[in-house]
């Protein structure tokens, strides 16, 4: 199993970015997908999730109507376009994969795997 994250950069407050992670190894339709990040020194955040089908997607507050998570099931990936972002959103950012197909995974506990990260900048 793998999930491989990209796309992550050094922009500017206001840019945008889109990150994509790849899986493999694994039935990817069968599972819902979630995006997190971690800041240094502080722990793993919920960022947003997806379900199976793409229909059902969740968003922490902080990032509610910035963010955007999608999936092509054809492609085995899912998507974070990045919008308006801020210094806050400055983060290491981690794809997951959940065996629920629901989406409603909030917590890293609910994910059974993991990409390796990507790195996000958000600096003038």
């Known amino acids: 199993v793998q999930l491989q994250a990209s796309g992550g950069g050094l922009v500017q407050p206001g840019d945008s970015l889109r990150l994509s992670c790849v899986g493999s190894?694994?039935?990817?339709?069968?599972?819902?997908m979630g995006w997190f990040r971690q800041a240094a020194g502080k722990e793993r955040e919920y960022v947003a999730s997806?379900?199976?089908?793409?229909?059902?997607?969740y968003y922490a507050d902080s990032v509610k109507g910035r963010f955007t998570i999608s999936r092509d099931n054809a492609k085995d990936t899912v998507y974070l376009q990045m919008n308006s972002m801020e210094p806050e959103d400055t983060a290491v950012y981690y794809c997951?994969?959940?065996?629920?197909?629901?989406?409603?995974?909030?917590?890293?506990?609910?994910?059974?795997?993991w990409g390796q990260g990507t790195l996000v900048t958000v600096s003038s």
């Open positions: 997806i379900n199976w089908s793409g229909k059902s997607t």
């Open positions: 997951g994969a959940d065996s629920s197909p629901l989406g409603y995974g909030l917590s890293p506990w609910d994910y059974n795997y």
């Open positions: 190894g694994f039935s990817f339709g069968d599972y819902s």
